[in-house]
């Protein structure tokens, strides 16, 4: 059984950055890993994942991949989002998925555990 805890959220103004960091117990890894958000009133939408080995990284656009880098820590156990030049767009809840099930990595289904989310608000 995987549990996914997120960190990291706050609160910052334009230009500024966050570090965003997901801890996964009970994981074995053996499959991708990524990071969506939803702000209110919207759909939850990916932002970026990474392979299991940590090789390969991919982006939502390429706004995110201009800012965000995705990474994952030597035991592959927490996946880390660092955002730079965050803007106002940006604010949302964050959260982490895992148990990639194959397919589309952007669909939120392809995913079997998440966190609980954390809060990012990036004002003007």
């Known amino acids: 059984q995987v549990h996914l805890v997120e960190s990291g959220g706050g609160s910052v103004a334009a230009g500024g950055s966050l570090k965003l960091s997901c801890e996964a117990s009970?994981?074995?890894?053996?499959?991708?890993r990524a990071w969506f958000r939803q702000a209110p009133g919207k759909e939850r939408e990916g932002v970026a994942a990474?392979?299991?080995?940590?090789?390969?990284?991919?982006y939502s656009s390429d706004s995110v991949k201009a800012r965000f880098t995705i990474s994952r820590d030597k035991d592959r156990s927490t996946v880390i989002l660092k955002m730079n030049r965050l803007e106002p767009e940006d604010t949302a809840m964050y959260y982490c998925?895992?148990?990639?099930?194959?397919?589309?990595?952007?669909?939120?289904?392809?995913?079997?555990?998440w966190g609980q989310g954390t809060q990012v608000s990036v004002s003007s």
């Open positions: 998925a895992a148990e990639f099930k194959g397919g589309k990595w952007w669909d939120p289904t392809a995913y079997g555990s």
């Open positions: 009970g994981y074995t890894d053996t499959s991708w």
């Open positions: 990474i392979s299991s080995l940590g090789g390969t990284q991919v």
